[in-house]
């Protein structure tokens, strides 16, 4: 998967640093160890859509974020993306974050019903990184399509010489994050409509238990008044 305008962009961020970013110190650690979790509904019926939020946590290197690229996975036979290309654009948007490379997400078929999307992320201004410690990332929306159970999980792109996080000079940070959240799904069967008819007959029975009440009490007054 190319990962090249995160690439141009550093070099144009680098060449307007100067020697500054140069002398980077790659690798550099935050100040706290960081995180990226995953939040969101745990169950839900078929045919419902549920959404999943990805978020940053404790991101506190003193260059701030500029871009990389993280994994989501989950069970296709349980769950199929209903987020679009422009969706995801206008959710990471919020954060800051935009993704000039895709008109689409990256799918990629693991086998066993498992899906991976790709999120390629930069900063929507080079020149303004994101130095916010903790904010939600993006927002994905999903259908619940069977039943069953899935585990949603984010990873670090496991694809060879791309980089999960990069910091405002360009260093990668991808080792600063100790974890990567994900949220065990459950998809529950559709709830069985009860028939109108159902309804009716239960007015209608609470209707002659009501006559019947009246009845026992208009004789119970004229007993006692006789």
Do not use: C
């Not at 790659?26 to 509904?41: C, E, I, Q, Y």
């Amino acid at each position: 998967m190319l990962f090249y305008f995160g690439v141009v962009k550093m070099m144009m961020k680098k060449l307007l640093l100067g020697g500054f970013g140069a002398i980077a110190i790659f690798g550099s650690a935050m100040l706290h160890a960081a995180t990226v979790s995953v939040a969101g509904d745990t169950a839900n019926y078929i045919g419902n859509n549920v959404s999943f939020t990805i978020a940053a946590n404790n991101f506190t290197d003193p260059n701030g974020l500029f871009g990389g690229s993280i994994v989501l996975e989950w069970d296709t036979s349980v769950l199929s993306l209903a987020s679009t290309g422009a969706e995801i654009n206008a959710s990471a948007a919020i954060a800051g974050f935009g993704f000039p490379s895709r008109i689409t997400p990256l799918i990629t078929d693991l086998g066993a019903g498992i899906n991976r999307i790709y999120i390629d992320y930069s900063v929507t201004d080079i020149f303004a990184p994101k130095m916010e410690s903790t904010f939600d990332f993006v927002t994905l929306v999903f259908t619940v399509v069977a039943e069953g159970s899935t585990t949603v999980a984010l990873g670090a792109n496991p694809d060879p010489g791309q980089v999960s996080w990069v910091n405002g000079v360009g260093s990668d940070i991808s080792s600063a994050v100790t974890s990567y959240g994900s949220i065990q799904f459950t998809a529950l069967p559709s709830p069985v409509p009860v028939p109108a008819a159902v309804w009716l007959f239960a007015s209608a029975m609470l209707g002659m238990l009501g006559v019947q009440r009246r009845r026992r009490h208009s004789t119970a007054m004229v007993q006692a008044t006789a």
